[in-house]
């Protein structure tokens, strides 16, 4: 199987800035694509960001312009550079991870707290 290990999340101050890990190991023929969601207490949880094998990316509309995904494919690990963080931004981030190996097969972390405040 497949594991994805996060990490980063934190306490942060509105305005700041955290950068999130995810690191995939296991039993992997190919990484179709990663991605970032998040929930909030009493929310569903939601798409952040995606990137996608041929390095193609997606943003939700709240956090276009703050966030910033990419990859090191060679070592099977995404991030998420966050800035202009703010309250609203409070949620527990999970990592997503669309993978080949005996068929293809979605893949979730653990989860990592991120907190804005001051």
């Known amino acids: 199987q497949v594991q994805l290990v996060e990490s980063g999340g934190g306490l942060v101050q509105p305005g700041g800035s955290l950068r999130l890990s995810c690191a995939a190991s296991?039993?992997?023929?190919?990484?179709?694509?990663m991605g970032w969601y998040r929930q909030a207490p009493g929310t569903e949880r939601e798409l952040v960001a995606t990137?996608?094998?041929?390095?193609?990316?997606s943003y939700a509309d709240a956090v276009k312009g703050r966030f910033t995904i990419s990859r090191d494919s060679a070592k099977n690990t995404v991030y998420l550079q966050m800035n202009s963080l703010n309250p609203e931004d409070t949620a527990v981030y999970y990592c997503?991870?669309?993978?080949?190996?005996?068929?293809?097969?979605?893949?979730w972390g653990q989860g990592t707290q991120v907190t804005v405040s001051s």
């Open positions: 997503n991870a669309d993978v080949t190996n005996r068929g293809r097969n979605i893949y």
């Open positions: 990137i996608t094998r041929g390095g193609s990316t």
């Open positions: 296991g039993i992997i023929f190919r990484i179709n694509a």
